[in-house]
């Protein structure tokens, strides 16, 4: 059983859906940019228009009311409101725009999840360094405390970043999202590092100037799927997952509900791999500062992302200094989980309710949001998405046994995502939504699909039973 307070959610983020990426006074991004660079996203698909929400939110707002959802996920373009990055030049029509979402969502009785950094930096940013540079967590931090001065009064969850993991590797080691870097070796960790102390000195902020008056709760948005090993009598196998699991989901988890530094598995993998490939410079992963504001404690509930799960076996160390080397560890698909249109995205309910109860053992029982969940359909439209419909029905299963049986204490489930959009390098060849946006409309037309129909009976089915 859900309690009466349960958060029926689903979610979008600004650059996926907006459009308008020169409307009225906005700032560049970083995805702005790496977008209209060649050969950088399939078909040279982009955001410059999108769902087009800037203009259409309306139609936005009456898909979020068919749904019947308590709460709406959204981010904010933080280009959108300060142009520069920094708090210099306020764009008004920005500020406009987000307090009439945010407006019209309560008017509807639908709390807003905000979440203030969605991928999205503003290019002028990054021409100083970006997350590379220390000073972006005070940039960060300012950007922060004029949000939560200007939309707090209202907004009562806050996300500060959603996907740390993904940003730092597939940005600044990867290069295959923006801004599209591929430095080996220590990028990544100092991204990753910046962003944790961008988000502890926000949560301090928050903490310290608006909770008492706001009474809201911030987080951080961390991904991980479910990881266990391919032989579990294997000592190897055991040990890989182990590091697997630091480097992805304790990455950032540790050093915030945990110790208030990274994970020991973790750092000595990192100096393990330094000391074989000679490298004579300090740890690679970089030391939290005495003189800073703790990590530890700054988060209000545990936000989760989840799509998959995999099954871990020793190696992967492809002798170059890189995080991949660092981890050594090979994930493996189980050849008996269906896959939903993406190749990497396996359904596996049963990895979510697992995922549960290890958050609830490791970092001390914290209320959980989950804030991201979702399946992606490829190749033809289909409108009635059936499996999609069962993925629904038995993801949110077994989140109720994770509350039901393990204790689990999730307050929150957000469907990802509210419509079909950009999704990140695969432009509009993948599609999540709940509803289905027709990109070759210029009016961008929303129609539900049968899922999204399900998801709406399910959230009726569980709201009727409390009330009964």
Known sequence: MFSRDFAWGAGSAA?????GWQSDGK?????????????KVFQEHNGDVACNS?????????CIQQLGLTHYRLSLSWARLLPDGTTRHVNQKGVQYYNKVIDDLLACNVSPMVTLYHFDLP?????????????????FDSYAKFCFETFGDRVKLWLTVNEPRVCAKMGHEDGIHAPGLKELGTTAYLVGHNMLRAHAMAWHTYNSFYRPKQKGAVSLAINSDWLEPLNPGCKEDIAATERDLAFTLQWFAWPVFVTGDYPEVMRSAIDTQSEKMGYSGSSRLPRFSKDEPAILGTADFFALNYYTSRKVKAGGDCGQMCMRSDQNAEEVLDPS????????LAVVPTGLRKLLKYIKDTFNNPPVYITESGFSQVGPLQIKDV????FYRDTILEMAKAIEEDGVNVRGYFAWSLLDNF???????VRFGLFHVDFSDAMRSRTIYMSGEEYAKIIIKHKSAIDN
Do not use: M, N
């Not at 002028?124 to 005070?138: F, H």
């Open 15 to 19: 650059y996926q859906i907006e459009g």
């Open 387 to 390: 499996q999609r419909c069962e």
């Open 54 to 62: 800037y203009e259409l939110w309306d139609k936005d707002l009456e």
């Open 27 to 39: 700032g560049p991004s970083i995805w702005d940019t790496f977008c209209h660079e060649k050969g």
């Open 423 to 429: 999704e990140w390098t695969d432009g509009y060849s």
């Open 337 to 344: 989980w269906p896959i939903s249109g993406v190749f990497w």
């Open 123 to 139: 290019q002028a940013l990054q021409d100083q360094g970006g997350w590379k540079s220390a000073g972006i967590a005070t940039l």
